[in-house]
């Protein structure tokens, strides 16, 4: 793993000058290392990590869990990733356990996600039931604590 | 009036230097805005894991004094550790003394061994209270200058140059705060030799062990004929970022546990339980958090060791702890006015060099246990305040 992924993996947002500063690279070197993190796929992409009890357009979660059945040639993966496809969801799993497929669906509304379960993803030839959770209230969301009192970082200005 | 009192303040104490960094906290303390590169402590807080046994240790109930020694579970704990990490092995039972911090068992060392006047060996520059501690155990310390041009590793021929006769103990802190100092094995070995061959008890405090980057951590108590004239003392504080909950520990011979455990019963009587329960889950289940905190101190060790040999303070790379000790004399400058300029005109904090031993001077102690952000503009300041000077 190069120097730009680990100093990502610590989770401070830091451009790619202050990356480069960080690291003693030039501006160019943190570039190359992005860009080949990207071209081997172990980072994806960047998104924002909203607070889901703020953000509106997040009104509606559900975790899903499907039943599918699996094919002779692939498995479970024709059917995860044709369920994948759809911008209402957000992640989705191949599960041990109980169940085939963890999905986890965002939505505007209670009604828009029941209706996305109900018409898109339950009708999909292969799916063989579904049973959906809504998400009540998020107190961690990707790392982030989520309104929870700060922690009180009160070291001395000088110690030995 | 104040005066007055004096008469009643033991001599020795009055003797006592007060602390370089007490003084620079003042100074620091009614200043707003400034980035402190002077916190000799970890900015992690404890992970979560260590204080959620500490809250589940309350809701037990468990609010009672332990064994004078510690806790046996957590003797069980230390003795596995150190046996695993440091290739010494002691006795849970009787070998394994558990302490308010490594200042504590330090303390309590001294008092234990030292008679009126017994001179004690130890490296300069050092941790601020080494000296005052010996001082307060009526001992005479000695010191042993370390160097930039050697990296501030300990070396044998230092301490053969500094003995003299009456050196009773030979006091070493490995990797060493404020300077990131190390000892190579084989100048290690020889010291250990020379340990022996004048007969010389060791006090090995290596809190910062966790903290070591690159070669190996070597402890002094496993070369030969060293374990029965060593205490080994270590803590929690620095390796998983536990400084408030005062805990640390001593490990010695029978013998020698059993006269610190006289003082430290009588005074401290024991270490509170509650940081106790939280050191045996940092033990048993806390190396991936520690790892974790090197190699963001390592990061950051590199930025400012680059930056400041850029802007022309030149510094060594320390392949320990979480201090840099750059040589400010380019500047022209002495380490006092150094520190105490660079405060006013940038509102950067770093500590005299000074306040850690006379050879200290023309130095200056930076803790980069800060945010990435934080060190970042800290240097900027540094390299503006630098160029001024010129």
């Not at chain 1, 869990?65 to 989705?92: H, Y």
């Not at chain 2, 022309?312 to 380019?330: E, L, Q, R, V, W």
């Not at chain 2, 803790?367 to 240097?379: I, R």
Request: aromatic fraction near 8%; proline fraction near 4%; charged fraction near 25%.
């Amino acid at each position: 793993m190069n120097e730009v992924f680990k100093l990502l993996a610590e989770g401070e947002r830091l451009n790619d000058r202050q990356m480069a500063e960080i690291l003693g690279l030039s501006v160019e070197e943190v570039e190359a290392q992005l860009a080949a993190l990207k071209e081997k796929e172990l980072l994806l992409g960047w998104i924002p990590v909203l607070n889901p009890e703020k953000d509106d357009s997040l009104a509606v979660r559900a975790a899903i869990e499907v039943k599918i059945t699996p094919e002779r040639d692939g498995g479970f993966n024709r059917l995860a990733q044709r369920i994948s496809r759809f911008d209402e969801v957000e992640s989705c799993y191949l599960m041990s356990g109980g169940y085939d497929l963890l999905v986890v669906v965002k939505g505007a509304s209670l009604h828009k996600v029941a209706s996305f379960v109900s018409e898109r993803l339950s009708t999909i030839e292969g799916v063989l039931s579904t049973a959906t959770h809504f998400m009540l209230r998020a107190y961690k969301e990707q790392g982030y604590l989520i309104e929870q009192p700060a922690e009180d970082k009160a070291r001395l200005d000088v110690t030995p | 009036m104040s005066e007055d009192q004096n008469r009643f303040i033991a001599d020795h104490v009055i003797g006592l230097p007060r602390s370089g960094i007490r003084d620079f906290f003042e100074l620091v303390a009614g200043m707003k805005d400034v980035i402190s590169l002077g916190i000799g402590e970890p900015d992690f807080t404890t992970p979560w894991h260590i204080r959620e046994a500490a809250i589940y240790a309350l809701e037990k109930g468990r609010t009672f004094y332990t064994s004078n020694l510690g806790l046996i579970e957590l003797r069980r704990e230390i003795s596995s550790y150190v046996g695993r990490n440091f290739g010494l092995e002691y006795n849970p039972q009787n070998e394994v003394l558990v302490t308010v911090g490594v200042s504590e068992a330090m303390d309590i060392a001294l008092r234990a061994v030292l008679n009126p006047g017994d001179k004690v060996l130890y490296q300069d520059p050092c941790f601020v209270s080494y000296h005052p501690t010996v001082m307060l155990a009526h001992g005479v310390g000695v010191a042993i200058k370390t160097d930039a041009e050697s990296a501030f590793t300990l070396r044998a021929e230092e301490v053969k140059k500094s003995w003299e006769p009456g050196c009773k103990v030979l006091m070493i802190n490995l990797p060493c705060n404020p300077t990131g100092g190390v000892a190579e094995r084989k100048e290690l070995e020889e010291i250990a030799k020379f340990a022996v061959e004048k007969d010389m008890l060791v006090i090995s405090d290596e809190i910062y062990a966790e903290m070591t980057y690159e070669g190996e951590h070597v402890s002094i108590g496993t070369f030969p004929g060293m374990r029965e004239r060593t205490i080994f003392l270590h803590g929690f504080s620095k390796g998983w970022a536990m400084t408030g909950w005062r805990l640390g520990y001593a490990c010695a011979p029978v013998a020698l546990t059993e006269a610190m455990m006289k003082v430290h019963q009588y005074s401290m009587m024991c270490a509170s339980i509650i940081a106790q329960d939280a050191g045996i889950e940092a033990l048993r289940n806390g190396d991936e958090a520690v790892k974790k905190m090197r190699q963001a101190y390592q990061r950051r060790r590199d930025l400012v060791v680059r930056r400041f040999n850029e802007i022309g303070i030149a510094c060594h790379k320390p392949s320990a702890t979480f201090y840099a000790f750059p040589n400010i004399t380019s500047t022209g400058l002495d380490s006092v006015t150094f520190a105490k300029r660079l405060l006013e005109e940038e509102s950067v904090a770093m500590v005299p060099g000074t306040a850690f031993g006379k050879y200290g001077e023309g130095f200056v102690r930076c803790s980069f246990a800060t945010s990435y952000d934080q060190l970042v503009e800290a240097c900027n300041r540094i390299e503006r305040f630098v160029n001024s000077c010129k």
